[in-house]
Every structure is written in structure tokens, then in C-alpha cells.
């Protein structure tokens, strides 16, 4: 079985509020060497699948039709062989 | 005249919808439940504002596959008339049918408050009514409606006049203090390049009738009414 881990944030040239919040959030708390926060979201897909070339093709496929939006975000992931 | 009110799991302003085009207007309509697969019938289709799917993952992101969206795309295609307000402003932009995206509000605030909008495209199916640069006074009910498109499509937006309304002062100017979400050049509804899919955040279901503080928002039904015939 193979596992995806896939993380989307907005692109750069789009405002993160919420990241820019929690970015003044931790400079109160005195954390002041943080110098940017983005705030994204982390998804674990399982899939029947067991071959890793096949599988980041279909995961590609899924986060630019719908994981993702392409207008404003962007995505990475990584595939891992996991046991079933 | 008969107007398809396209229903999704989560969607709230529908009957507000229903009650301007039964009790205000005196049309034809029907509610169009997200599984159907057909709009035939209907000449003009409205997407309501809520939270359809619970806007689970991204506003409108999951709504776009809702079954009855294949013929919404057909119908619009084929030129006819399409409004979303809110969340299907929303809905229609994940789908494809208008350009760009909405984001999450720059106050990172759910903003439920009267906004007065200038009338920037008046060759619309919704806006012939109007005149350009006519203010029009209507409530806004959303937390994500930070209106955003890369620089490119915005200058082409621009270019096309596909920007409908932009937020603006009372007396019409297009100024920071009055834009409520942090939407690019204070854009509160754009339409497409064809002109017949138009897409807004604010309300105008609710201030169609003197009782609710404006009747602002009745230019946009009027001008629907006479969509469907010849001009």
C-alpha cells in the first residue's frame, strides 16, 4: 500500500492572514526570530496501489483537480510505502 | 420566465430567493436539488448563498462536483443566465465559470454588514438595469469573500469589463475603508467573458423590499426578468 502526504499553502504572492496572525501571536509570546508564517493544510491519502511511479502521477492528477487550487495555492507531497 | 434555485447540502439564502421570486416578483421558479442532472425548463439559474458541502476543503470546492453542475456548466455555456451570491459566487468560480478566486477575509473576521457597491458593468443579464456607476446599498454575510486573481487576469478583467461591482463609499468613491474583506481593487462581483455569468458577494435577495432597509438589490431580479426575452 502507499501512503501520500501531501501539504498545500497558499502561493506566495497571495495575503495569509491567518499565517500573519499566528506570526504576531508568537512574537507576543516573545518567539521574535520568526521572521514569516504561512498556514496550510496537511492531508494522508492511503492508496491500493503499489506502484510509487503510478501513484505520484494519480496524486498529481488529484491535487491539481481538486486538493488544490491552482489560482492560489500550490502543493508538494511525498510517496511512502507503507504496509497495508 | 421560470427560475431554477439550485440547492446544495448546506445551502441557506435559497428560500430567501424563493421569497423574493414568489412574494416580490411574482415569477415562475423551482428549486433545483444538487443530484438532478438536468435544468431543462428553467431560463435563468441562481446559486444561493451557504455553506455548500460545508465548504469542507476550500468554498465551493466540493459543490463543483455536485451532479447537477455538468448541466449548470451546459446551461451557461450555451449563454444562459447564471447569478451566484455568496457561496455560489463561490461555487461558480471553483468551477470554472468565472475566473479567479475567494479567499479568506484580510480582517480574518466574519463580516455580516450593509455595503454600498458601484455599478461598474450595466450589459449584464443582472446589472441592465442599472446605470453606470450607480450605488446601490446591500448586506454582506460572509468570511471568505477576499475577492483575488494573479495580476495578469485582473488586468485582463480590467481590460473585458468582466468587474461588475466594486465596494465603495456612499457617494461612490472606490476607497480602502470601504472595501469589508480585502478583496483586489475593492471587487465585490465580476461576470464572465460571454457577459451571462455574473457572480457577487453581497446579498441582493435580502434588500429586494422596502421592510428590509433597501430595495437596492430589486434592479438585479428586474433585469433578470427581461433576460430571457429578445432585446
Known amino acids: ?84 | 420566465m421560470k427560475v431554477g434555485v439550485l440547492v446544495f447540502p448546506g445551502t441557506w439564502s435559497h428560500q430567501d430567493f424563493a421569497h423574493v421570486l414568489e412574494d416580490v416578483l411574482g415569477t415562475g421558479w423551482g428549486y433545483v436539488w444538487h443530484k438532478e442532472t438536468s435544468v431543462a425548463g428553467y431560463d435563468c439559474l441562481i446559486l444561493p448563498g451557504g455553506f455548500a458541502h460545508g465548504d469542507y476543503l476550500r468554498c465551493g470546492a466540493i459543490a463543483r462536483f455536485s451532479p447537477v453542475m455538468e448541466a449548470v456548466i451546459r446551461f451557461a455555456k450555451a449563454g444562459g443566465p447564471v447569478l451566484g451570491s455568496c457561496n455560489g459566487f463561490q461555487i461558480l468560480c471553483e468551477a470554472g465559470l468565472l475566473p479567479g478566486a475567494l479567499l479568506r477575509n484580510d480582517s480574518l473576521q466574519y463580516r455580516c454588514r450593509w455595503v454600498h457597491l458601484r455599478a461598474e458593468n450595466v450589459e449584464t443579464p443582472f446589472t441592465r438595469t442599472l446605470r453606470p456607476g450607480q450605488i446601490l446599498k446591500m448586506p454582506i454575510s460572509h468570511g471568505e469573500g477576499r475577492y483575488f486573481a494573479s495580476p495578469e487576469l485582473l488586468a485582463a478583467l480590467n481590460a473585458n469589463g468582466q468587474i461588475v461591482f466594486r465596494y465603495a463609499t456612499p457617494d461612490g468613491q472606490i476607497a480602502a475603508a470601504a472595501n469589508p474583506n480585502g478583496a483586489l481593487e475593492n471587487i465585490a462581483g465580476i461576470c464572465s467573458e460571454g457577459r451571462n455569468v455574473v457572480g457577487l458577494m453581497p446579498h441582493p435577495e435580502r434588500a429586494a423590499e422596502p421592510l428590509l432597509g433597501s430595495e437596492d438589490g430589486r434592479p438585479l431580479f428586474d433585469a433578470m426578468l427581461h433576460a430571457a426575452l429578445p432585446r
Open chain 1, 1 to 84: 500500500m502507499i501512503e501520500a502526504r501531501i501539504h498545500v499553502t497558499l502561493k506566495k504572492s497571495v495575503l495569509d492572514p491567518q499565517g500573519d496572525t499566528v506570526r504576531s501571536g508568537l512574537a507576543s509570546l516573545g518567539f521574535s526570530t520568526v521572521h514569516d508564517c504561512r498556514i496550510g493544510k496537511f492531508m494522508v491519502l492511503r492508496l491500493n496501489e503499489t506502484d510509487a511511479k503510478a501513484a505520484e502521477a494519480t496524486v498529481n492528477e488529484m491535487c491539481r483537480k481538486l486538493l488544490a487550487n491552482p489560482v492560489i495555492e500550490e502543493y508538494v507531497f511525498q510517496i511512502n510505502e507503507v504496509a497495508g
